[in-house]
């Protein structure tokens, strides 16, 4: 069976010229995330994935400045050559489609922590499939890494596998300074045109990996690599080209090099998990020894479930059946039993490793937790008697109870944090009762001491029963120094 004939791509390059002409357009027909949302409907974006074009048609059939720019470069359908022309898009920006024109590119608008940023991408939907070269806009992926990513403000930041230029654009907001790399040539310049279009100057570089910005130093180091592991590389922006997860490994080996001393780096990750071997071990196994890392598990994926969410992710059509059992066939002869993805983030330290699995839904943001986590390795241990805890102020307690002859009897009390990973555990009552004294003005012996009082217990018997709960309290950012 032969593979379908790539679509040709626009050259981004070509377009950078006319992109203050584009953005004066936009600015002047009142584009933003709030004004889309109110046109469209917050739905648009699973509309727009499902290629379900006529919901939004239908949202936009008034004519309106908005409306047209909406069309082009939202919805990527045609439009009325005369239409184009009265919302000021240059010539440069449109191609003939049917009895009218379209957009070369198309834009998504993303917000992130308050920052507002206009990513320029290839056009195609999903009926098209994915060309090899293509650059895609801003997915789930992208959010994750956002998502995780510290926003302290730094001198300087590397985007390293840039591909629309979505993380170097939020990054800008707290940098001195954004470099950006591509081993692809059409990411560069689409991360050239969104500055462009965002009015902001970031260094973007072609080339493999760190091999753009040998021997420079960064603060901050984000990356989403093309991690997913396969039998070859047939989409630039996702397939690692390499064995396994070799890619991923040599990431984190090589990041610290070109880290400052409390630099951070920051990646997305895939993993694998091989028969007879521990695939904790595994990737805990690729930090060095005066590296400090922290192994966010987000998912743990069968082959046959990994594989088939990538092809449907390129959209692989009739080619589907041949690739799925190509791809199950690398894995079975690697062993391989599972594939994890995650979030990898390290920094200069002592060789401490930590791995925690999150499978639960969590916030839009937790960027504050990685630095909260390596803060926790860097400080002298005081213990946890002698430390004055503070229980974050995000943090509540559920409790489920039945009524009794006596009133009500709490069955179940468990802690939710609000925000960051959003983590929930049980608590029984003596350990609530100690959580809720933990104010950051007296050490937890302290309270212990009162605790053990009221209820009975010697401070040994109340320690023993409550310790092993503050320390998992302590690892997972309930309490804070």
Request: glycine share 10%.
């Amino acid at each position: 069976m032969t593979a379908p004939v790539p679509r040709r791509l626009p050259d981004p390059e070509s377009l950078l010229a006319d992109a203050p002409l584009v953005w004066a357009a936009l600015q002047t027909a009142g584009w933003s995330a709030a004004a889309l949302d109110e046109l469209l409907g917050t739905t648009a974006r699973t509309h727009l994935d499902r290629d379900e074009l006529a919901p939004l048609l239908r949202r936009t059939q008034g004519g309106s400045v908005l409306e047209v720019l909406a069309r082009l470069f939202v919805l990527g359908t045609e439009v009325d050559l005369k239409q184009a022309h009265a919302a000021g898009v240059p010539e440069s920006w449109l191609v003939p489609d049917g009895f009218g024109v379209a957009a070369a590119v198309r834009l998504q608008t993303v917000v992130h922590g308050g920052v507002e940023v206009l990513v320029a991408h290839d056009p195609g939907r999903a009926a098209d499939g994915v060309h090899p070269e293509q650059v895609l806009g801003v997915g789930a992926a992208s959010l994750t890494l956002a998502a995780a990513t510290p926003r302290r403000t730094v001198g300087r930041t590397l985007d390293l596998g840039t591909g629309s230029g979505v993380q170097a654009l939020l990054a800008e907001d707290h940098s001195s300074t954004v470099v950006a790399t591509d081993a692809n040539p059409r990411a560069t310049a689409y991360t050239r045109l969104s500055a462009a279009l965002n009015g902001v100057q970031l260094d973007a570089r072609t080339g493999d990996l760190l091999e753009p910005v040998r021997g420079e130093l960064f603060d901050l180091v984000v990356s989403n690599p093309p991690f997913v592991v396969g039998p070859a590389a047939r989409y630039t922006y996702r397939d690692a080209g390499r064995d396994g997860d070799d890619l991923c490994r040599r990431l984190v080996a090589e990041l610290p090099r070109h880290l400052v001393e409390d630099g951070t780096a920051v990646l997305l990750a895939n993993w694998l998990h091989v028969e007879d071997e521990d695939g904790d071990a595994r990737v805990c196994s690729w930090f060095g020894p005066d590296v400090d890392g922290w192994v966010v598990q987000r998912e743990l994926a069968a082959p046959e479930d990994y594989v088939t969410a990538w092809l449907r992710d390129s959209d692989e059509g009739s080619r589907f059946d041949e690739l799925y059992d190509a791809w199950l066939d690398w894995f079975a002869l690697r062993r391989v039993e599972a594939v994890a993805f995650g979030v990898l983030a390290l920094r200069r330290g002592s060789g401490r490793v930590h791995l925690d699995d999150v499978p639960q839904p969590v916030a839009a943001a937790w960027g504050e937790q990685v630095e909260a986590f390596f803060a926790r390795q860097a400080s002298p241990e005081q213990g946890l008697l002698a430390t004055p805890w503070r229980l974050r102020d995000d943090v509540r307690l559920h409790q489920v109870a039945r009524r009794t002859e006596d009133g009500w009897y709490a069955e179940a009390q468990v802690l939710q944090q609000e925000r960051g990973l959003r983590w929930s555990g049980g608590v029984d009552v003596y350990g609530a009762t100690l959580l809720a004294g933990c104010d950051g003005t007296r050490r937890l012996g302290d309270l212990l001491a009162v605790l053990a009082g009221s209820a009975g217990l010697s401070e040994a018997e109340a320690a023993e029963q409550v310790l092993p709960v503050v320390e998992r309290l302590v690892q997972q950012g309930f309490l804070v120094p």
